[in-house]
């Protein structure tokens, strides 16, 4: 209870019907402005010699000018997702890219290619498109706009064109070791309150996230020992014939109470279970955004001390810090901009999906 009560505070005080929020939820950009849908659907598994894996069927459909036709059908593995995310990254580093399920589940859950996990998986990936398709920039990366049309050769090909594995390797070392040679100098408050922010943002819905598994865990087995008492009672109701009828009512009972226990889980595993791990998700994103801004600003820092002590040429250092600024100033709108429209849209989810579960228990306790 503590917990939710604190994670409330993160929402805005603005008041809202509970009963009505739910149809009142919609993306920032309203569907009469969209102008690109994208669906995931139909998986279909792949057995080769060497690896099993699932391909999605992703559809687009649009009105765009850029693009050469209004619909295009597509098959996509996880790896091209990966793929899509670490480009967006790479292109936009002070932007707040969706998150992705991840490669492997946590042990015990479900079974890797189980029908559940494959359906949670296309569910994901299906957001984490369409979260690339409302966002106001991310939208027209013309990445994504190959990913959504390009047949599976030609994405390989596009894709063979990209540095490869050890020039990746360099630049995250690159950016691991810059990020942790000490607080940046000027950073300014607002990306201090924002850090803060997150920091204690990513205790609480971790927090939350494994009390909701924990519910969910005690809804399960409170549901398979309910499924072992109705035919006891039946059974036994055939040889008590005094009290035969209220038995088998005991057992009509039992049976109902375990239909509602059922739809309150589905409940749980479709709508809060997977917004809490989205945004723990985006808890680790958020974090490693704030350092590639801090990183910036860090050779920003660097470049001014070093032309304070004269170390090299002071007319070129000054044209580069000239640029440097320029590119913290574009780090900085990028990401007050999208910091901004992330938190509307954190808010709604939580607003929307807890109002979803409250409105589902009430349901079946009146069951």
């Avoid at 699932?54 to 597509?74: A, H, L, M, P």
């Avoid at 032309?307 to 990401?335: H, M, P, Q, W, Y």
Wanted: aromatic content about 10%; overall charge negative; charged content about 30%.
């Amino acid at each position: 209870d503590t917990s939710l009560t604190e994670v409330n505070s993160f929402s805005p005080s603005v008041p809202i019907s509970p009963s009505s929020m739910i149809n009142q939820y919609k993306f920032e950009d309203g569907p009469e402005l969209r102008d690109l849908f994208i669906t995931v659907d139909d998986p279909e598994s792949h057995i080769t010699a060497i690896e099993t894996f699932i391909t999605y069927r992703v559809v687009t459909k649009t009105t765009r000018g850029e693009f050469d036709s209004s619909e295009y059908e597509v098959r996509r593995r996880y790896q091209d997702f990966l793929w899509l995310k670490s480009k967006l990254e790479e292109a936009h580093p002070t932007l707040i890219i969706p998150p992705l399920p991840e490669k492997f589940i946590m042990k015990g859950m479900v079974e890797r290619f189980s029908d559940e996990f494959i359906e949670t998986r296309r569910k994901a990936l299906h957001k984490f498109l369409n979260r690339i398709a409302d966002h106001p920039t991310l939208t027209f990366n013309e990445d994504f706009k190959i990913f959504l049309t390009a047949q599976a050769w030609e994405l390989s090909s596009h894709k063979k064109q990209g540095p490869g594995l050890l020039s990746r390797m360099g630049q995250t070392v690159r950016a691991v070791a810059s990020s942790v040679r000490g607080a940046v100098k000027n950073r300014p408050e607002m990306f201090t309150e924002i850090n803060n922010y997150m920091e204690t943002f990513s205790q609480k819905i971790n927090l939350l996230d494994k009390i909701a598994h924990r519910i969910y865990k005690e809804e399960r087995d409170y549901c398979n020992e309910m499924k072992e008492y109705g035919p006891i009672h039946t059974l036994w109701s055939a040889s008590e014939e005094a009290i035969g009828d209220s038995l088998k009512g005991l057992a009509g009972c039992i049976e109902r109470c375990c239909r509602a226990t059922e739809r309150r889980m589905a409940g749980l595993s479709e709508h809060l279970l997977p917004m809490l791990h989205e945004y723990v998700l985006y808890s680790e994103i958020l974090m490693g955004v704030l350092k590639r801004r801090d990183q910036i600003q860090g050779e920003l820092d660097s470049k001014v001390d070093a032309l304070a002590n004269k170390k090299t040429e002071k007319d070129l250092f000054s044209e580069e810090i000239g640029k440097l600024e320029d590119k913290v100033e574009r780090a900085n709108n990028a990401l007050k901009a999208d910091w901004d429209r992330w938190k509307q849209n954190m808010q709604w989810d939580m607003r929307s999906t807890f109002t979803n579960v409250a409105e589902n228990n009430l349901r079946y306790y009146e069951e």
